[in-house]
């Protein structure tokens, strides 16, 4: 049993150490692609928010509602019919990468100076690196309900 726990602590620490520098570069770059497609979303830019999500019949979105939206293209169309603009505030609470070449970040966003939990939306994206730059595979956003 100690002879796992320490090589298990041994693959670990090791792993971390050689895997720091791409998923400290993955981190970044996810991050810095977020800040965009959320500067686009607030700013009421739906041509930009679509550009960086995955143009596929397989991209997919669960709502805070509990709809499915299946396809680059319904999730445009369902987008082009909401109000456009957003004055709320965005923060990356995680990026974890999997790869070199996907991630998945964990974000929070709410109306400046909102505290009640029930009113704060909690969202997971899943992106990958294509060779049109990082897009968004498939999203999910809700507020708690209690």
Do not use: H
């Amino acid at each position: 049993m100690v002879l796992v726990a320490a090589t298990l602590a041994l693959f670990v620490t090791t792993t971390a150490r050689t895997a720091s520098p791409p998923q400290a570069a993955v981190t970044q770059e996810v991050t810095a692609v977020f800040t965009d497609w959320i500067a686009a979303f607030k700013r009421g830019d739906l041509d930009g928010m679509m550009s960086y999500l995955w143009k596929s019949d397989d991209f997919i979105v669960l709502t805070r509602t509990g709809e499915i939206v299946r396809g680059w293209t319904a999730f445009r169309t369902r987008m082009a019919g909401q109000p456009r603009g957003s004055t709320a505030e965005f923060k990356v609470l995680t990026v974890i990468p999997i790869a070199p070449a996907s991630a998945m970040l964990m974000y929070t966003a709410a109306e400046p100076g909102e505290k009640d939990p029930l009113k704060i939306t909690r969202g997971t994206m899943v992106w990958t690196r294509t060779n049109d730059g990082w897009r968004c595979l498939a999203f999910q956003f809700a507020r708690p309900t209690q």
